[in-house]
């Protein structure tokens, strides 16, 4: 069943400017497209569950664990602002 559409009104609502020339191309491309997920959507997927992803996927985060660090004094003395444990940085708006 070929699908019909209207490119030049699709690009009126996109707002973009195409030349006849394009119209057709992207017309012709479209439709491929359409055609193609027209087919795959006529696949038998009974029984086959869902998924967001073609391929197995796992947590790729490393394990949180605890490790050396920098020394937080020494690092605060080298700061150019630091109030009690913390650094001292402008406000986003106003202050320098």
């Keep these: 069943m070929p ?15 195409l030349s006849p020339e394009k119209l057709e191309e ?9 055609e193609h ?5 006529g696949l038998p997927t009974e029984g086959v569950p869902p998924t967001s992803h073609p391929l ?3 947590n790729a985060f490393r394990a949180d664990e605890v490790r050396p660090s920098l020394d937080r004094d020494e690092v605060l003395e080298q700061a150019p602002q ?15």
């Design 26 to 34: 992207y017309g012709a491309q479209l439709v491929d497209i359409l």
């Design 3 to 17: 699908v019909e559409i209207d490119i030049a009104k699709v690009a009126k609502l996109a707002r973009l400017a």
């Design 82 to 96: 630091s109030e009690g444990p913390y650094f001292r940085v402008p406000r986003i708006l106003g202050e320098t």
């Design 37 to 41: 997920a027209e087919r795959v959507g």
């Design 56 to 58: 197995p996927m796992t």
